[in-house]
């Protein structure tokens, strides 16, 4: 152990070396035990990697101590960044059978990635339709598929022009090179599987446009996109019964569904402006004329049930009978009485005709 160090977040602890991988380029750090104490967080300062410990028994400096890496969370990792190395692949190899370009460049190019959730992104330049996500998926599939061995070298950066690289190295001086057999290699710090067939299945979940003109494509890998589809095909398996209908045909039934509950709707709708117009009769016979013979306003709150839509009118005809029907929700009619503000009503409907 080299150093030591406390500030508010916890206990930090330096090793001379470390097989913990820190946060950094969209993946997350690893985690697991240090000298019998939980590892909760690991960060880099320049080329130092410090691990924030848990709850425990802090090692003196000089002390040899060994360290457990959580390995379900760390292959998890490994999955989603790989995938993206072989997803950035595909996409520049479809874009570029495609005739699209950037900066004279062909293909779809990776700016920026993400790979904190098993949701992972990569944002494009361009903007792939439908179809080229789709041959996007079945490309690094099929890559992937190839059982490519991953290997990762160092070169001197002057040699770097004998390497097809992705993408331009952002480094300098001795160089992390990655190769996925022919496939695809870039300059790259992060960890990685050992053969691409270890990223299987890779599923694109969809796109959308983001600032600058880019195209976030969100994708899962490995475990967490066969855990993906184990949860999406529960819920059709459960949803399918319920409508009578093979998985296939779940969509057009939902549609018709929806377009019966809108008809059973306006149905409804129709037969409560119907009643209501019933409900306005009745109240304008009750009420008559005043004595002068001018028109009454009819006041009358309803329950909701009986108000159905606001777009419920009263009947023009009413007027020439001598009155002016109007309803009022039962929470404006408590503010009429009390004429101190209210809460707004819940609902109000009602029209107020010109006399005759
Ligand atoms: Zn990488």
Excluded at 53 to 79: C, F, K, N, S, Y
Aim: some cysteine; aromatic content about 6%.
């Amino acid at each position: 152990m080299a150093e030591v160090e406390t500030d508010a977040r916890g206990t930090w602890l330096r090793l001379d070396r470390s097989a913990f991988y820190p946060t950094a380029g969209g993946q997350p750090n690893d985690e697991g035990e240090l000298a019998g104490a939980r590892v909760r967080a690991v960060e880099s300062r320049g080329s130092e990697v410090w691990h924030m410990l848990g709850e425990g028994h802090v090692p003196a400096v000089g002390d040899t101590v060994i360290g457990l890496i959580d390995w379900e969370r760390r292959h998890t990792h490994m999955q989603r960044h790989s995938a993206e190395h072989l997803l950035a692949q595909a996409f520049v190899r479809v874009g570029a059978a495609r005739g699209v370009t950037d900066g004279g460049i062909p293909g779809f190019h990776t700016r920026s990635v993400s790979m904190r959730s098993a949701d992972c992104t990569i944002d494009l330049t361009g903007s792939p339709d439908d179809e080229a996500l789709a041959e996007a998926e079945l490309e690094v599939n099929r890559a992937a598929r190839r059982s490519m061995p991953v290997l990762t070298f160092e070169v001197d950066d002057a040699r770097l022009g004998d390497y097809r690289l992705r993408r331009p190295a952002q480094v300098s001086g001795l160089v992390r090179l990655v190769a996925m057999g022919d496939y695809d290699i870039v300059a790259c710090g992060g960890t990685h599987v050992s053969n691409t067939a270890e990223v299987l299945p890779v599923k694109v979940l969809g796109a959308e446009s983001v600032r600058g003109g880019l195209t976030r494509v969100t994708f899962r890998a490995g475990n967490e996109a066969l855990h993906d589809y184990a949860a999406k095909h529960a819920v059709l398996r459960e949803v399918s019964p319920l409508l009578s209908a093979p998985i296939v045909e779940v969509p057009a039934r939902v549609r018709a569904l929806m377009d019966r509950v809108s008809e059973v709707e306006s149905t409804l709708i129709a037969a409560f402006k119907h009643d209501a117009e019933r409900l306005a009769e009745r109240l304008l016979d009750e009420a008559g004329t005043s004595p002068q013979g001018r028109p009454r306003l009819v006041v009358s709150a309803l329950a909701e049930e009986q108000a159905g839509s606001s777009s419920h009118s009263s009947n023009d005809s009413s007027v020439s009978r001598g009155a002016w029907p109007y309803w009022v929700s039962e929470p404006e009619r408590e503010r009429a009485s009390r004429s101190s503000p209210a809460p707004a009503p819940k609902w109000t409907f009602g029209q107020r005709c010109r006399p005759p």
